[in-house]
Structure formats: structure tokens, C-alpha cells
């Protein structure tokens, strides 16, 4: 695996914006970061997050909330931003991220408040019960290009899934043989596939790139975003990342996810909570 560092990376390129006018960005959408021929969440996160970095005065994302208003397509797109508020030590902006239709007629497709800060100022101190997941090591999780032990592959693998070195616990995996445990569970070991160390806003893609908890509910179908929030807490540690991603309740058609994302020094370093809504597919 060749190892690449921040700005170098296949997902530095593909988040990266330009400055048309003060608040005004061009961006690309990928589409070697589809599911299907939707563009993933978590990386329009993180393309929104990128321009939001650029227009406010603090470096880093601590909170950001996302509504998706309608799928976002690979090809052109224009970010909008403003500054709502800006102090010593937090600023606070919104984001919107439009398309155009064949007519030419603007669609919103994003909608984003986020705060930012310096996670370097923040003070050391942790006080915290939560423990980061127990995970089988990295050569027994199962990958989504090859497995281990000559396991099957994680069906469905996307464009997405080349760009992320994603190894999910098999305890999470029955859905991917036909026997979901209906515990709404899933976990793993996540990175980059090219090597590029984690950061924070690679964290917010990290939120939103294991398949859906609804797999291992036992349900089969696409699970669009409704509304996404993530935390970070910290500036990840270099290495693997794992990731624990819960659903308590699936009521309505639509289905909660709290993630928690831990580095290799043991920290949590990012939580979010999304709104997701389920539609089935025969």
C-alpha cells in the first residue's frame, strides 16, 4: 500500500474547492465515492466541511449538522457559505451545496450549520466512561474487495468501497450471509485505502462510510440520510481507525444511527447521530 499524507490523497483531490468569490466555491462531485449512483454522505460532509474551513477564521470542525435535501449526482457543483458568527475561540458558518437540472434550474441539495474551533487549544483533560469497541484484530475483519480464510466479499461493494480500507467484525456480518442478527450493530477498522493518515475532516467521512445498521436489522433497500450531525472531539492519531455504529430504534420507515469513532491511542475522536429513512426493495 503506498502511503500518502494530507493534500496528497485521492481524497484531498476529490474534497478539494475553489474560491470563485468571497463565500462562493466550485467543487467536483466524484463518483468514486458513490453507492450505487448516489454520492456518499459522509463525503459531501466533508467536501462542505473543506469549504467551511476556508471561509472561517478557526481551522477545524467541531460540530456540523447536515440536512440532505435531495441525492446529490457525481459532476459540477457550487458551495455557498456564510459566516453567522465569530468569536475568540469558535466561529460559527452555514454551507449550502446547489446542482443544476438539464434546464438549468438550481437544486439545493445540502444544507450545513457548523461550528469551528482549534482542537490543538483545547485543554487535556478526560473524564469519560466510554471504551472503544471490541474488535477482532484487523487480519480476521472482512474486507469489502477480499476476506480472509476465503470468506465471500462483502456483496454490494460500490466505487466507495475501492477508495476505503474497511475491515468489518464478523459478528456484524450475518446480513452479508443471509442471517442478519437483528441487533442493529456494526463495526470495524477504518482507513483510506491509499494510506493517508485520518485528520478531522476525514473524520466526517468516516461517520457515514460502513453500510447501513439497517443490513443487519434484516432489511434490504437503500437508506438515504435525513439529517447528520458529527462531533469531533480530537485530532485522530495516526493509523486505523475503528468504528461503532448502533440503531436503537426503527420506527416509521426511518432509523437512528450513533456512531463513535475511536484512534489508535484509544481516544474517542468523533460521535454523530443521523436520521436515516429505509426504502425497501422487494
Known amino acids: ?27 467536483h462531485l466524484s463518483a468514486g465515492w458513490t453507492i450505487i449512483n448516489a454520492v456518499n454522505g459522509g463525503y459531501l460532509l466533508a ?76 485543554p487535556d483533560d478526560v473524564r469519560t466512561t466510554a471504551e472503544p469497541p471490541a474488535l477482532p484484530p484487523y487480519e480476521h475483519c472482512l474486507g469489502a474487495e477480499s476476506a480472509p480464510e476465503g470468506k465471500p466479499a462483502i456483496p454490494g461493494s460500490t466505487a466507495i468501497a475501492e477508495r476505503l480500507d474497511l475491515r468489518l467484525d464478523p459478528a456484524t456480518l450475518g446480513w452479508a450471509v443471509g442471517a442478519p442478527s437483528g441487533n442493529g450493530q456494526m463495526r470495524g477498522w ?30 434490504r433497500g437503500w437508506v438515504p ?17 475503528r468504528v461503532a455504529i448502533t440503531t436503537r430504534n426503527l420506527a416509521g420507515g426511518f432509523l437512528e444511527e450513533d456512531a463513535e469513532v475511536w484512534d489508535s491511542a484509544d481516544r474517542l475522536v468523533a460521535q454523530s447521530r443521523q436520521l436515516a429513512r429505509t426504502v425497501l426493495v422487494p
Open 1 to 27: 500500500m503506498a502511503t500518502v499524507t494530507a493534500g496528497n490523497s485521492e481524497f484531498d483531490r476529490d474534497t478539494a474547492v475553489t474560491r470563485r468569490a468571497p463565500g462562493v466555491y466550485d467543487a
Open 47 to 122: 467536501l462542505l466541511g473543506r469549504a467551511l474551513g476556508d471561509a472561517l477564521p478557526h481551522p477545524d470542525p467541531l460540530t456540523v449538522t447536515a440536512h440532505y435535501l435531495t441525492a446529490s449526482v457525481p459532476g459540477p457543483a457550487v458551495i455557498r457559505t456564510e459566516l453567522v458568527r465569530t468569536g475568540r475561540t469558535l466561529s460559527t458558518g452555514t454551507a449550502t451545496l446547489v446542482q443544476f437540472a438539464d434546464d438549468g434550474t438550481e437544486v439545493e441539495r445540502i444544507r450545513v450549520l457548523a461550528t469551528y474551533g482549534d482542537l490543538a487549544a483545547l
Open 190 to 219: 477504518f482507513g483510506l485505502a491509499d494510506g493517508r493518515d485520518p485528520d478531522p475532516l476525514s473524520l466526517l467521512l468516516t461517520v457515514d462510510a460502513l453500510p447501513p445498521t439497517a443490513f443487519e436489522l434484516g432489511l
Open 225 to 241: 440520510t435525513v439529517e447528520l450531525t458529527c462531533h469531533v472531539r480530537c485530532r485522530p492519531a495516526p493509523g486505523p481507525l
